[in-house]
């Protein structure tokens, strides 16, 4: 990725404005939130989203918690349930996000939810994140602002010592306050805890009035590269594919015959970006084989690989 100067903005409504017109122009934008400096992409631009996995150099694709304003956006986006209204009206604004069925068609991201059904979605209560969300009106996904296997950044200088250099700006918003992941409730089945975090299991069952599940077997973690059931095309996949058999679905990288084509240029991002919405194309074509070009296995081209080894596993 080319070098850029990441600006450092004031958390005043001047810099939260610049801020938002970043995003809304698909750049990338660090901010403040009540647990830990997020590293925020326009939630429905597959491209800006790619360019986080790129940012980080995260080595694979797990699904990102998508943060809104208020519950009306939220409901914009997923199946809004009485489970949900309940933790929404307990926790909301604050350190808790709940997985909820994905509406379908709203313009939100395959790559925020790593082509699952579901979104992880939240109200997060830091004044500086709620002006930003609300200044740009929409879903921004938003996953720690640290580059991969690094500890989460909790004041701005360590996102610059971090990703300077790769991301747009960072507001600064001094430290955050609770310096935890938020809990991660999934409301698809029976309500289960899928992660601890800010907002304590015991205070999230009283609000329900009913227990969380804590196991964490694949039907209810569903996060990619914990489970192995994770969002797989039903089709079989061969890798690595330089010819193409016939009766193949074809995914091409770079410049070769085929029906979908995840970066006819060889860009990573643009294949990235690419990549879950056209699985589920293909997935919805006549054929029940689909072969993949050889990605380069390097920067974001070893997350299109693991996530693509996945689809290709025998299941
Ligand atoms: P964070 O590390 O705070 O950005 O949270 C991201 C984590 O949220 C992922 O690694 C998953 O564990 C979880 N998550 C996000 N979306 C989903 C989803 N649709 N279903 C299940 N878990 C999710
Ligand atoms: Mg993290």
Known sequence: MPNKVT?????????????????????????????????????????????????????????LIAHVADIETAK????????????????????????????????????????????????????????????????VAAPSANPSGKISATRATHVIDGLGGKIE???????????????????????????????PAEDIEAALGAKLKHDTSPDTLLAPGQMSSHYAPGAAVRLNATDWQVGE??????HVPCDLNLSESGDLIEAAANLFRHLHALDRMEGNRIAVSPIPDQGLGRAINDRLKRAAAPR
Request: proline share 9%; glycine share 14%.
């Open 76 to 139: 914009r986006y997923v199946e809004w349930s009485d489970a949900a209204q309940k933790l929404a009206d307990a926790f909301w604004p604050g350190p808790l996000s709940l997985v909820l069925p994905l509406k379908q068609n709203t313009g939100m991201s395959h790559l925020v939810t790593a082509g699952l059904p579901s979104l992880a979605i939240r109200i997060p209560a830091h004044p500086v994140a709620h002006q930003l969300l609300e200044a740009v009106g929409g879903p």
């Open 249 to 254: 679905l074809r995914l091409g990288f770079g």
């Open 7 to 63: 600006q450092l903005l004031p958390s005043t409504p001047d810099g939260v404005a610049t801020a938002a017109d970043l995003l809304g122009e698909g750049g990338l934008v660090s901010f403040p939130t009540e647990t830990v400096y997020g590293l925020g992409a326009d939630a429905t631009n597959d491209t800006a989203v790619a360019r986080i996995f790129a940012a980080k150099g995260r080595p694979s694709f797990n699904p």
């Open 169 to 199: 700006a960072v507001i600064d918003g001094g430290d955050c306050a609770v310096g935890l992941e938020s809990t991660i409730v999934g409301l698809l089945g029976e309500p289960a805890l899928l992660r601890p975090g800010g907002v």
